[in-house]
Structures are given as structure tokens and as C-alpha cells.
């Protein structure tokens, strides 16, 4: 190899680390970012507690009255952090479902899996098992993965077996979308008064009713999952190639998508059955990340998650700045947010040639 060419590749390769380390450098400015939000959203809130006394309750709770270890303790931690984990998780598969079905437009929300989830959990909470031994929010998250995982599969079988294309699966996604939600409002018709109650909370999607069980269930999801989908990342890149290009670097494209439809429909399932429908966060997440890091699985995974976490947190802090004294669900925030942005996409795919 000559001189020059030595050269070129040792340029080449600064260039690369130098990309490397500002997409890292990305990842670490939108994990603090999500900080910063976490404790505005701490500090929000109708009770008027200030940040200064709410880290005073966090660390040494001793220092205040039992009303404010509550309001700490059982409202305002469990709220932020619950929007944290649903953000990251639905933003997460976002990303997958993207990478796996190489759709722009693919989410767990507009492909039809969180409301297929819902129809899940609706029909848990409705008909619930009687059996004693299975508890009650055991049997909703069951339901609400199984008819996720199912709704995934439906998916892929369409994609496969019929050949549609991107427009075709997002119509059929939408089809799916608006099936589920009619067989929830028959449910609704025909619950009592309270199975109603519960049963209209899944369609709002709102955090009031996190609690530290469903935290820590859906932080041990994700703390599972999180490491077997950056585990996956560099075949995910490749798959994002083309599929044949993938095979050719020695990628199980079958099974790959297989393992991901799986992650995908335990995180969209476990955040539905615990917050209801939110939308957009799947989608609108990943593609900011994308814009920041670009394609590279390996920081594009991490990144979305971090930016669906960031993006939830803020709408909870704007759920509860809207009206005063009212905390909006925050399923109604995301859908005015991602509304607009979910518009812009489909404009910029329509003008592509």
C-alpha cells in the first residue's frame, strides 16, 4: 500500500471515530436533557412544592410532614418516572418495528399493536378470570401481550404472504387500528359503571395511576429486553440495507425479525396494560433520533429511547400546565403533538421521487 493510500485510510478512519464520538457525545446530551426534564416534571404539579424541598423529601425524607412524603413517595416519582419507562419502551419498539418492516411510517400506535394491546387489556378487565390465584393486573398484561404479539404476526403475514407495500401496510395497520377501537367502545356499551371507568382510561392514556409494583415490572421489561436489542443493532443496520444484502453478510433475517416482533410486542403490551393508548411517542421518537444520530442501529436504538422518554416526560409536565389545577392525560397531549408530526411525514414521503 503506498504512502497516499495509508493516508487516506488513516483519515478516513479519524473521520469515522470523530463521528463515533459526536453521536456518542448525542446520546449522553439527550440522557441529561431527559434529567433536566425528569425534574421539571418533579417539581410540577397543583400541590406547589418547590424543587429545593422535593430533593429535601427525596433524600431525607425524615425532614418533612407525612402529606408531602405522600405527595413525593406515592404521586410525584412514581408519575415522572412511569413517564420516563413508557416513553422509552414505546419508542424503542418504534424504532424496531421500523428497522424490521422497513417502514417510515411504522409504529406500535399506527400499525395497530398498542390498540390491539388495549383491545387485550379491555377484554381482561371486563371478563376477568376468576381464578385467585392470578391476580387481576397479572391477567390484564397477559392479555394485552397476547393480542399484541397476535397483531404483530398479522402484520407480517400481510407484508409477506400478499406483498404490500409501505402504503398497503400502513393502510391495513390503520384498518386494524380502527377495529380494535370499535370492539373497546362495544365493550364500553355493554360494561357497568364501573368496569366502564376502567375501561375508559385505556382510551385516554394517562399516567395517574402508576404505583412503584408497575414501575418496577416495566423497568425489569425493559432492563431485560434493552440489552438483546442493542445486541441486535448491527443486524438490524444491515436489514435496514436491504434484505438481501443482510443474508449475504450472514444475517438470519427470519429469525431476527422474529426475536425483534417479540421485544416489540412485550414493550408495546406491558406499557398499554399499564398506561392505556399513547400515541405517536413510537413514532415520532425514532425519527428525531434519526435526524441526530442517523442510521447506525447501534446509536439509533438508544437515542429513541432516550428521545420517546424526553418526549413523554415533557408532555407530563404540560399535562399538568394546560389547565390548572387539572392533569390532562397525557395520551391527549402526544396525539396533539404527534398529529402535526405524523402530517409532515406522509407530505415528505408524497414529494419524494
Not at 386494524?176 to 366502564?196: G, H, M, P, R
Not at 390532562?328 to 396525539?335: L, R, Y
Request: aromatic share 6%.
Amino acid at each position: 500500500m503506498t504512502a497516499m493510500a495509508q493516508a487516506g485510510v488513516a483519515l478516513a478512519t479519524q473521520r469515522y471515530r470523530r463521528l463515533l464520538w459526536r453521536r456518542a457525545g448525542l446520546v449522553i446530551g439527550l440522557a441529561l436533557l431527559l434529567g433536566l426534564s425528569v425534574l421539571g416534571d418533579l417539581a410540577s404539579g397543583a400541590s406547589g412544592m418547590g424543587l429545593g424541598r422535593l430533593l429535601e423529601g427525596i433524600f431525607t425524607p425524615s425532614m418533612l410532614s407525612a402529606t408531602d412524603r405522600v405527595i413525593i413517595w406515592n404521586v410525584r416519582l412514581p408519575y415522572s418516572l412511569m413517564a420516563v419507562l413508557v416513553g422509552a419502551a414505546l419508542a424503542l419498539a418504534g424504532a424496531e418495528m421500523q428497522a424490521i418492516l422497513d417502514n417510515p411510517l411504522a409504529s406500535p400506535f399506527t400499525l395497530g399493536v398498542s390498540s390491539s394491546a388495549a383491545l387485550g387489556a379491555s377484554l381482561a378487565i371486563a371478563y376477568p378470570l376468576g381464578v385467585a390465584w392470578i391476580e387481576p393486573s397479572v391477567q390484564i398484561t397477559v392479555m394485552a401481550f397476547v393480542f399484541a404479539c397476535l397483531s404483530v404476526l398479522l402484520l407480517q403475514a400481510m407484508a409477506r404472504l400478499r406483498g404490500a407495500g409501505v402504503e398497503s401496510l400502513v393502510l391495513f395497520g390503520i384498518a386494524l387500528v380502527f377495529s380494535c377501537n370499535a370492539l373497546v367502545s362495544l365493550l364500553q356499551l355493554l360494561a357497568t359503571e364501573d368496569v366502564l371507568q376502567q375501561l375508559v382510561f385505556w382510551t385516554l392514556g394517562s399516567l395517574a395511576r402508576a404505583d412503584w409494583q408497575k414501575l418496577g415490572i416495566l423497568a425489569v421489561v425493559l432492563a431485560v429486553l434493552l440489552p438483546f436489542s442493542l445486541r441486535a443493532a448491527p443486524a438490524l443496520t444491515l436489514l435496514r440495507l436491504g434484505e438481501d444484502r443482510a443474508r449475504s453478510f450472514g444475517v438470519d433475517t427470519r429469525r431476527l425479525r422474529l426475536a425483534s416482533l417479540l421485544r416489540i410486542s412485550l414493550l408495546s403490551a406491558t406499557a398499554v396494560a399499564f398506561v392505556g393508548t399513547i400515541g405517536f411517542i413510537g413514532l415520532v421518537g425514532p425519527h428525531i433520533a434519526r435526524l441526530l444520530v442517523g442510521e447506525d442501529q447501534r446509536f439509533l436504538l438508544p437515542a429513541s429511547a432516550l428521545v420517546g422518554a424526553l418526549l413523554l416526560s415533557l408532555s407530563s409536565i404540560a399535562s399538568k400546565l394546560i389547565l390548572p389545577g387539572v392533569i390532562v392525560p397525557v395520551g391527549i397531549v402526544t396525539a396533539l403533538v404527534g398529529v402535526p408530526v405524523f402530517v409532515v411525514l406522509v407530505f415528505r414521503r408524497g414529494r419524494k421521487p
